[in-house]
């Protein structure tokens, strides 16, 4: 799987697409995990904040991937849906930046989980379908289990790097990557559809 993976342009953006896309999710995570847990003193309230975004991440989820994805992507193409997320977090840091409260980053956390789950999956799953058989189950093992776990930890170490400067630390570190993801999105989108 390594061999296919960093033999493959194709199959290198698709890895990098996901290491980006982990480690945007992952320094969010720990962010609002720390928010919450200076807003809430119990353990029984931080398990509520956490189960409140998540029930609004799954419903939305569901709600779009029966009813809303299938059409979005059929009309505006696997690009739209892989550019959605990057676009998305661009302006999510953004608010970040300018209003670091627990508020604007569970809403990021929802609308960036529910984009990701019900548009970007599907559409980063289709990226497969044009690869050969071999790519597909070898290559596609390495990117969904070693590039997503890489994803993770150099989002600990960029979060320890970022810790120093607060949250603006953060939001300047998630723009930046969301800048570099969008046009890794857009080409393997367009790199996709032009099969």
Do not use: H
Request: hydrophobic letters at 55%; zero cysteines.
């Amino acid at each position: 799987g390594f061999a296919l993976l960093f033999r493959s342009p194709y199959l290198l953006m698709i890895g990098l697409f996901i290491l980006l896309m982990t480690t945007i999710s992952t320094i969010i995570y720990f962010q609002l995990g720390d928010l919450i847990t200076k807003a809430f003193d119990s353990r029984e309230a931080r398990t509520r904040a956490y189960a409140m975004i998540d029930l609004a991440v799954n419903g939305t989820t569901v709600f779009l991937q029966l009813f809303g994805t299938g059409r979005l992507i059929e009309r505006f193409g696997v690009t739209a849906g892989l550019v959605l997320n990057p676009l998305i977090m661009v302006f999510a840091f953004l608010a970040v930046a300018f209003s670091p409260v627990l508020l604007v980053l569970g809403t990021i956390q929802v609308v960036r989980r529910f984009a990701e789950y019900a548009i970007a999956k599907p559409s980063r799953e289709m990226l497969f379908t044009v690869v050969d058989q071999e790519s597909k189950y070898k290559a596609k093992n390495v990117i969904d289990t070693v590039v997503y776990r890489f994803g993770d930890v150099t989002s600990a170490w960029l979060s320890a790097a970022v810790l120093p400067y607060g949250v603006a630390g953060l939001a300047v570190a998630g723009i930046v990557m969301s800048a570099v993801w969008f046009p890794i999105a857009y080409r393997l989108g367009r790199r996709y559809e032009s099969v």
